[in-house]
């Protein structure tokens, strides 16, 4: 007989589902077992409930004989205790504490978890085992067998002879193109292989079944000055269309624990927890960063700003795994972490983030903003603040988009908002050196903070230009509810947007209306401005059509003549903008 989960398994289902299973881990299992397949491959957005599809999978195929033992392969030590401790709800008896080559576990285990990096040290013991009994192989973020070759050919080696392999994924694209094992790739449309899932429930799903949260982004820019080793004093503003080495060091000097731009951001991070915590009283927030002395830092900024200290994560300390269960189980504020957070690893309250890492490819943005969507009650909304880098915020207005691992070429983020630039740019890019060397030939000397926009459901709101920190047009989105429908956060977020609007114009002089306040604006802050807008509208007409930006941007300097966004005129930009608007009355693409 199958062993029977608990029905208040999972301890945290979210708003609305089963008490046992999520319709759609029935429905995967459903297929599983009309396929009975060797390889499957599930992907599932984070904090759909990946872990309890497959222990529900590993729990049949237990009751029905069909194998006999289980082994977990997590991507870190902190995932094999939280397998554990899943299977252990679900009646599964696992070994966490299991090596590649230590031979026998006690009786009492059915299973153990291993790493991926254990397997590659020495897969021929985990072979040894895989073949002695039928053994189900679960592959948790099986993108990671991708990770280095010697990972993917140790886990190929190792779990050959397995009678039964599940791979799971949140995230099954990778920035680079070596082959994951046990995954089956199809050429795609363009020729090129892709993975096949043999299920898939994306996030735009999950969130519509109210399994996720919505994500509301924070968006941040500012100036910043820093000094190359050169001697030369560079400034330059987050955000605007840069070359790729300047964008990196302008970000870095943002995340500078010693300027000014983390500390804003930090404070009005903290002041949105605050506010959501009025809604949902055991809300916590993290803090990503890039390395730990910045991580410690932050703390300290932290408990300046809130008067608590943070729980502090390094991924080396041997207490790691016991401080984010601490965290888990407790109702404190914050807690700072360099990488340890970053992907499977189950907070359930964490309501508020803070990406300040330099690491920015799709695959890691996901797996970070994957740690704040798990529902728990109807109406949570996260809320994660970052630097307003083209492609941050490219990953962000593209939240609900599927992606397939790609053999063949680099996986390329093509809705980056600032695409009509990259021609622009790509002669200075091909041109620079970006070196190890040159990535730490610089000294950051200051920031500042701007709040440029928020980010939600593909559209973007802001005040047609930067705000100072801590202003009432600041805290016209940081002091939106906790407990907010999707649709009822579009209509306040487009109401806040209007009502700024009509305050000032009902403030401005003739003269003003006229435009004389514009003319008060340097020349390259009003294309700023304009540039600002006319990205905006474009992402926008992307949520809605599906046409992407570049497209998107070429069609209007189609029409409206004129170079690339870049450095088009004021003039232009203005009838780009005319004509975009056009277009959204009529419902019509060009």
Not at 13 to 24: D, E, F, M, N, V
Not at 70 to 76: H, R, S
Not at 527 to 550: F, I, K, M, P, S
Request: hydrophobic share 45%.
């Amino acid at each position: 007989m199958t062993p029977a989960l608990s029905p208040a398994w999972p301890e945290r289902a979210a708003w609305g589902t089963a008490p046992s299973l999520r319709a759609w881990q029935q429905a995967a299992m459903t297929k599983y077992f009309a396929d009975q397949p060797r390889d499957f491959l599930a992907v599932a957005t984070p904090g759909a409930g990946k872990t309890t599809f497959a222990l529900s999978v590993a729990s049949e195929l237990l009751g029905r004989r069909i194998v006999d033992r289980i082994i977990v392969v997590a991507p870190t030590e902190h995932l094999k205790l939280q397998w554990a401790e899943a299977a252990a709800r679900a009646g599964i008896p696992i070994d966490p504490t299991y090596a590649a080559g230590k031979g026998k576990t006690s009786a009492d285990y059915v299973g153990v978890a291993v790493t991926y990096a254990g397997v590659a040290v020495n897969p021929l013991a985990m072979r040894i085992r895989a073949e002695r009994f039928k053994t189900l192989v679960i592959l948790d973020e099986v993108h990671h067998a991708g990770d280095a070759l010697s990972w993917g050919e140790g886990v190929r080696e190792a779990f050959e002879p397995a009678a039964r392999r599940l791979a799971l994924t949140g995230t099954p694209f990778r920035s680079d193109i070596n082959p994951i094992p046990f995954v089956t790739y199809a050429p795609g449309p363009d020729g090129v292989p892709r993975s096949v899932a043999d299920y898939t429930y994306g996030y735009a799903h999950a969130l519509a079944d109210h399994v996720v949260r919505p994500v509301l982004f924070m968006a941040y820019s500012g100036d910043m000055t820093w000094r190359t080793r050169a001697g030369d004093e560079v400034s330059a503003r987050l955000g605007e269309p840069l070359t790729k080495d300047l964008t990196n060091q302008a970000l870095r000097t943002a995340l500078d624990p010693q300027g000014s731009w983390m500390p804003s951001v930090l404070a009005a991070a903290d002041k949105r927890l605050s506010e959501v915590r009025r809604h949902v009283p055991d809300a916590g927030g993290l803090v990503i960063a890039t390395d730990q002395d910045s991580a410690r830092a932050y703390a300290k900024l932290l408990k300046q700003i809130s008067g608590e200290p943070p729980t502090v994560v390094l991924s080396d300390e041997k207490l790691a795994s016991k401080k984010i269960s601490a965290f888990t189980d407790s109702d404190d504020r914050w807690m700072v972490a360099v990488r340890m957070v970053s992907e499977g690893v189950d907070v359930p309250r964490l309501a508020v983030g803070v990406y300040a890492t330099t690491t920015a490819t799709p695959l890691f943005f996901a797996q970070a903003v994957g740690r704040f969507v798990r529902a728990r009650a109807r109406g949570e909304t996260a809320s994660v603040f970052l630097p307003s880098v083209p492609s941050l915020l490219g990953f962000a207005s593209e939240m609900e988009v599927e992606r397939d691992h790609v053999l063949g070429r680099k996986v390329t983020d093509e809705g980056d908002i600032f695409a009509a630039e990259d021609e622009l740019l790509a002669r200075a890019n091909e041109s620079e050196a970006a070196s190890a060397e040159l990535e730490m030939s610089f000294e950051a000397l200051g920031s500042e903070a701007r709040f440029d926009r928020v980010l939600f459901d593909g559209g973007e709101w802001g005040h047609a230009g930067e705000v100072q920190v801590g202003s009432e047009e600041e805290m016209d989105f940081l002091g939106i509810p906790g407990l907010l429908e999707p649709d009822q956060m579009r209509e306040l977020l487009r109401q806040r947007q209007s009502d700024r609007a009509r305050k000032q114009k009902a403030v401005a002089t003739p003269a003003e209306a006229a435009g004389d306040s514009v003319a008060q604006l340097s020349t390259h802050e009003q294309l700023a401005v304009l540039r600002r807008e006319l990205n905006g509208l474009v992402a926008a007409w992307h949520h809605r059509t599906g046409q992407a930006h570049g497209i998107t941007h070429a069609a209007l300097r189609k029409e409206c003549g004129g170079p690339a966004a870049a450095v088009a005129n004021a003039e232009q930009l203005h009838a780009r903008i005319d004509r975009i608007r056009e277009w959204a009355a009529t419902r019509k693409s060009s």
